[in-house]
């Protein structure tokens, strides 16, 4: 290509616009005396179809292969002319924009100093012009598969949806079974529907659905490449039980010699399950999986004269030789939907969680209402003989929410509504009981909230407004300490049972994810969107999104409808196949670079890796671009000394002579 | 102090082993009080080596700077250890290209020296003009003992030293593999007490002390070529596309060159003071680079070339990082 | 020339995301500031080489400025942290020599910001005149 610059300057009046306070004639006048200005000429509208028309013939019959257009700003109208000059056979890239409307005409009201501030503008953007260079618009395939981390009501509702479309889905669930919390709870808020019937039916789908892979008892290991071209590794923890095998009858649970002696993590503890077990009965898969850190067999080799499940089995599903599988695939979009834990109530030891037995969480309770609960949905306090149903009961709230002494500002968004929909229930089982809800504001924010608190309220729930600051024990019965903040009276209430409406926390593993996918965390340390209203499933890395309390605490509803915008952000990905990346991005010039690697530090995007290169047969440390990744914020060109890093169209080379075009037009 | 019995038995053991392939190291120059680098291939040069207050120049620098030839196709390049004697500041200049990852640490084979501070020439020189015949010098209590022709002459430290090492905080190295002799307190306190006389002046005041500094300067870039942070291949200040300063010396395009200079040693200068010491027409250019170690310490509570895990300055940063100046 | 007649230079780099954003909504509600104040768009304050500053000075900048998105909501997350670091230290160093302290600016302005972006530009013309025009550190003769 014949590369000597050729430019034609175009300034735009804008209607009047421009043209009230700018001499655009004289502008253009002006610009036709630049070096390397072929052709410089003015038009009422330069965006308009003729005005566009206009540069394209003169790149035809004039050889420009260079244009400033100088008129609005490039955050207007940078796109609209660089197709104008694609039509036209040039590379979109030699285009360079003067904004002498938003940044002159619209700011000033002196035609003379308002008409030289054009002409800086102008030169600056024509001295960038000649030094520009063609850039190529690449696009990538997207892999049309999606991965999901987490199978709580969030992964579960991404993958249904993100299947049904027609993508294929690798769901990866940590714990044995899909479900997350909500398989936990009783009924739900305000509704009160019945939990497990509403999410049962998803559960099932997902694991029969044909464009679904579901990868329980597994842990994404590590992921690499960009949006569109996810590698993806993940650990399928052994279960010691062959799954074509297991018809998931129990029996083995049953013979298992640590048969009810290991505490159940689904009912936080209070019931009790064997060394080999299914997490609950609704679980999904249907199958059964051995503790490792429990397993006589497998902590101590030995169990008996020979393990009782293995003799139990029908099928000889288990299998103590098993081993961890890594699986390997490729996806175009990620959704991270991994949920929550709820705050550990031992970090207010004035509340006495860690001293009563009869100190006990919202989660705890909602294992206690449950009919499928360890205690088949009876409130019963204590064990054995001693157990008893408590009849005043006292709950708290904000327990570890809005709380700064805990570093939880936040406030969890469920406590107000499960405390009510809990105290509904108690309520319910025992008709005598006397339950007061201790609180510090009540937030019904919600469809059907207010009104399901008002009920509450109605069916005799008692609130009293007033954060105790102890709960501590006299007799055989609970004291809370409070004040009544609206009548101003210490209040020193006793009770049988205290429930402690726990907040909702990130993940103490939290950071595994971060690691491996690059997340920011926002100041509550949840999982931080792009945008808080724009973009509130994004993220900053493109192609990975997140659904549900992984990115913060909401409900149910809530959390389903932040996993169907995941799912459709994801689709709109797959479906349309193909991604742009792009193109104004960083390169390194090997030759000049000496591998410091203040560039891989900087850059925000792990864009950069520092590879050996031979040169003249010495191993030598150099940085490279990873174009897809790169996202051209040029941070790294700033921070090279050597100069070894520069950002297409943002060159330093470009840069300096706009400084000192600037310089010389006073 | 380290012994130089010591010093050579080490240094010769040191080059015997198979894995080194030279030693750098200091001996007595040709005249006067000059003393030389050397490097040392052989056993038997271990005797000329010294360790002396008159081993100023740090030897970090040619970790850097050696000249890679081509290779024949098929010739693997010779990655044995390069053996090195350091005093603390050259410590910290080895451990600073070790984040910036220009040298590899089992390439390297420290001999770490604690100093007690080294001489200032120019003040030595004056004391005592006109001496051809070698010097030799070596550290008293609080002096400094030269064996000059006409005898033993003491003089006391403060004369002499160099005004780095006045302040010195870091006299024992930060990294080595074997050190020589005993650990040295250290006597500087880190108050930067020339860099604060300075700002306490007025702006006009400060322009005109740098003008009148920049303008004698010939832009031989010594003080660049010395340095042991300077290590570029092709440095941004000759490149003539883009041009960021013009080859001309007057006082813009030299101001612009020392501004530049400076700025990309913030964060990283160790504070050797070989830039000020090559300087022909004594810039004192520890003052410019001291300003940064300063402001660096205080702001971000960071020093160069001291924690071979640490981040480097500039490609870091903590959202809380002060920002008093912006608008 | 007169301290009156003084009409400054002032170069601003500006980030395409935030304070260019800004300069445009300024635009928009007809904001009306003074001319001296010259802006050139890079995409991040992140990618302004603090030698541009240096630079700028030389060409025939009496002042120069750099802005970008509030600390947190840079578009590439990390962007004006790194410029932070740098042009605090710039400004240390610049302020050292004796360039007046008015001379260089930096300023967070958001998108939302049109108003503020005009106190910026006053501020900072206003700053410009009162430190006079630089010529001790003017270029003989610039090309470009
Ligand atoms: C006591 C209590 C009562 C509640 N009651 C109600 C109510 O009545 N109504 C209502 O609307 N909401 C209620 N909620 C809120 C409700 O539980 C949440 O909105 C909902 O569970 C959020 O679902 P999720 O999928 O985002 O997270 P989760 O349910 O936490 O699911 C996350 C899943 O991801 C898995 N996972 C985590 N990390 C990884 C990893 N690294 N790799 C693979 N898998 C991983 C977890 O094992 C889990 O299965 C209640 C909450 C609590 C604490
Ligand atoms: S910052 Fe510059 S010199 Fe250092 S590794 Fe990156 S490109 Fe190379
Ligand atoms: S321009 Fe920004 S995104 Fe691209 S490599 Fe450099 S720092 Fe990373
Ligand atoms: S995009 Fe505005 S500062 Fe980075």
């Known amino acids: 290509m014949n590369n000597k610059p050729k430019i034609g300057v175009y300034v735009c009046h804008c209607g009047i616009n421009i043209s009230h306070t700018v001499d655009v004639e004289a502008v253009a006048e002006f610009a036709s005396q630049l070096p390397n200005v072929r052709v410089a000429r003015e038009y009422s509208y330069m965006c308009s179809d003729p005005g566009q028309a206009l540069i394209r013939e003169d790149i035809k019959n004039e050889g420009l292969n260079r244009v400033v257009v100088a008129s609005c700003s490039p955050r207007m109208h940078e796109l609209t002319f660089r197709k104008t000059l694609a039509e036209a056979g040039l590379n979109p890239y030699y285009l360079e924009m003067a904004n002498i409307r938003e940044h002159c005409s619209w700011v000033h009201g002196d035609r003379e100093k308002a008409t030289a501030k054009a002409k800086r503008l102008v030169a600056a953007a024509a001295v960038k012009a000649r030094l520009l260079e063609p850039l190529q618009e690449k696009e990538v395939d997207v892999e049309p598969a999606s991965l999901i981390i987490g199978a709580g009501i969030a992964g579960i509702q991404a993958a249904l949806d993100i299947a049904e479309a027609g993508f294929k889905v690798y769901l990866v669930e940590k714990t044995p079974s899909v479900g997350g919390r909500m398989s936990q709870l009783d009924k739900t808020f305000p509704t009160l529907d019945c939990s497990a019937c509403i999410l049962t039916p998803k559960m099932v789908d997902v694991a029969s659905h044909p464009n679904i892979e579901l990868l329980t008892y597994s842990q994404v290991e590590d992921v690499s490449g960009y949006v569109g071209n996810f590698d993806v590794k993940v650990r399928k923890k052994a279960r010691y039980v062959d799954m074509d095998k297991c018809t998931g009858c129990g029996v083995c649970a049953q013979e298992c010699r640590l048969t009810g002696r290991i505490p159940s993590e689904f009912d936080e503890g209070m019931g009790k399950r064997a060394a080999i077990y299914l997490p609950f009965p609704q679980a999904v898969p249907a199958k059964y999986t051995i503790d490792p850190e429990r397993c006589l067999m497998l902590t101590r080799g030995k169990c008996g004269k020979s393990p009782k499940c293995v003799d139990a089995c029908g099928t000889g599903a288990i299998n103590f030789e098993q081993e961890d599988e890594i699986v390997e695939f490729k996806v175009g979009s990620i959704i991270v939907a991994t949920g929550f834990d709820v705050f550990d109530a031992s970090r207010k030891p004035e509340y006495g969680y860690n001293d009563y037995e009869n100190v006990i969480t919202g989660l705890e309770l909602e294992r206690l209402v449950s009919a499928s609960g360890p205690t088949g949905g009876d409130i019963l306090i204590g064990k054995g003989d001693d157990a008893y149903v408590p009849k005043d009961i006292a709950f708290i709230k904000c327990v570890g929410s809005r709380d700064k002494s805990v570093g939880n500002e936040y406030c969890s968004r469920v406590c107000c509504m499960y405390t009510a929909k809990l105290a509904h229930l108690l309520t319910e089982k025992i008709p005598d009981a006397n339950v007061r809800v201790y609180y510090m504001d009540v937030r019904a924010f919600g469809k059907g909230f207010e009104e399901f608190y008002d009920r509450v309220r109605r069916e005799g729930v008692r609130y009293i407004r007033g954060n105790p600051s102890e709960v501590f024990k006299r007799g055989d019965k609970l004291v809370v300490k409070a004040e009544n903040t609206l009548t101003s009276t210490p209040v020193e209430d006793e009770v049988d049972l205290v429930v402690l409406a726990v907040g909702l926390e990130p993940r103490r593993d939290a950071r595994e994810i971060i690691d491996i996918l690059r997340l920011s965390q926002s100041g509550d340390r949840f999982y931080m969107e792009a945008h808080p209203k724009l973009a509130p499933v994004d993220t900053a890395t493109d192609g990975v999104f997140l659904a549900g309390c992984a990115q913060g605490p909401k409900d149910i509803p809530d959390t389903v409808a932040q996993a169907k915008g995941a799912a459709s952000s994801a689709l709109v990905l797959l479906s349309s196949g193909k991604v742009k990346v792009q193109a104004q991005v960083s390169h390194i010039n090997e030759d000049t670079c000496r591998g410091c690697g203040y560039c891989v530090e900087i850059c925000p995007y792990s864009a950069i890796e520092l590879v050996t290169v031979n040169q003249f047969g010495h191993e030598a440390l150099v940085a490279r671009v990873n174009d897809a990744l790169c996202k051209g914020c040029g941070a790294c060109v700033a921070g090279c000394f050597s100069g070894s890093a520069q950002q297409k169209s943002f060159m330093d080379g470009q840069i300096l002579p706009q400084i000192a075009a600037l310089g010389v037009m006073r | ?327 | 020339m007169s301290e009156q007649q003084f009409e400054p230079s002032v170069i601003a780099f500006l980030c395409n995301w935030c304070s260019y954003a800004g300069a445009d909504l300024a635009g928009t509600s007809r904001i009306q500031y003074p001319t001296n104040l010259d802006i050139i768009r890079v995409m991040c304050s992140g990618r302004v080489n603090p030698l541009f500053i240096v630079n700028a000075l030389q060409q025939g900048a009496d002042g120069v400025l750099v802005s970008g998105c509030h600390p947190g909501d840079c578009h590439y997350m990390e962007g004006n942290f790194y410029a932070r670091r740098r042009f605090t230290l710039m400004n240390e160093l610049l302020n050292y020599v004796g360039v007046d302290a008015k001379r260089f600016n930096m300023s967070w302005v958001s998108a939302s910001e049109g108003a503020k972006w005009k106190d910026v530009v006053e501020e900072v013309v206003e700053n410009a005149k009162e430190a006079g025009p630089f010529e001790q550190f003017r270029r003989n003769k610039i090309n470009w």
């Open chain 2, 1 to 327: 102090m380290v012994d130089l019995e010591k010093l050579r038995t080490v240094a010769k053991e040191t080059i015997s082993r198979d894995d080194v392939k030279y030693l750098i190291g200091w001996r007595q120059g040709t005249y006067g009080f000059r003393v030389t680098p050397c490097f040392i291939e052989e056993p038997g040069e271990a005797e000329q080596l010294i360790f002396s207050p008159l081993c100023t120049n740090n030897l970090a620098s040619y970790l850097i700077v050696t000249e890679k030839l081509p290779l024949p196709r098929g010739e693997k390049p010779d990655t044995r250890k390069v053996a090195v004697m350091v005093k603390g500041c050259d410590s910290r200049a080895v451990v600073q290209q070790l984040i910036e990852q220009g040298i590899k640490r089992e390439e390297l084979y420290i001999i770490g020296c604690p100093c007690e501070g080294v001489l200032d020439l120019k003040k030595v020189e004056a004391k005592f003009p006109h001496i051809l015949d070698p010097v030799a010098a070596q550290w008293g209590k609080d002096k400094i003992i030269f064996q000059l022709p006409e005898g033993v002459v003491e003089v006391p430290r403060e004369e002499v030293l160099a005004q780095k090492c006045l302040d010195c905080r870091d006299p024992n190295p930060v990294i080595a593999d074997i050190t020589l002799g005993e650990e040295i307190e250290a006597w500087g306190n880190g108050e930067y007490q020339d860099v604060k006389e300075l700002e306490a002046k007025s702006a006009e005041e400060r322009w005109a002390f740098w003008e009148d500094k920049f303008s004698s300067c010939i832009r031989c870039y010594s003080c660049r070529n010395v340095c042991p942070m300077c290590y570029c291949k092709d440095c941004i200040l000759d490149r003539l596309n883009p041009s960021w300063i013009y080859r001309s010396t007057n006082i813009s395009e030299n101001t612009a060159f020392h501004l530049s200079r400076a700025f990309h040693l913030a964060g990283r200068c160790i504070e050797c003071g070989e830039c000020e010491r090559v300087c022909p027409v004594d810039i004192p250019l520890m003052k410019l680079n001291q300003k940064f170690s300063k402001e660096v310490e205080e702001k971000y509570g960071y020093r160069p070339g001291i924690d071979p895990e640490a981040k480097p300055l500039q490609s870091s940063y903590r959202p809380d990082d002060k920002e008093d100046f912006i608008l």
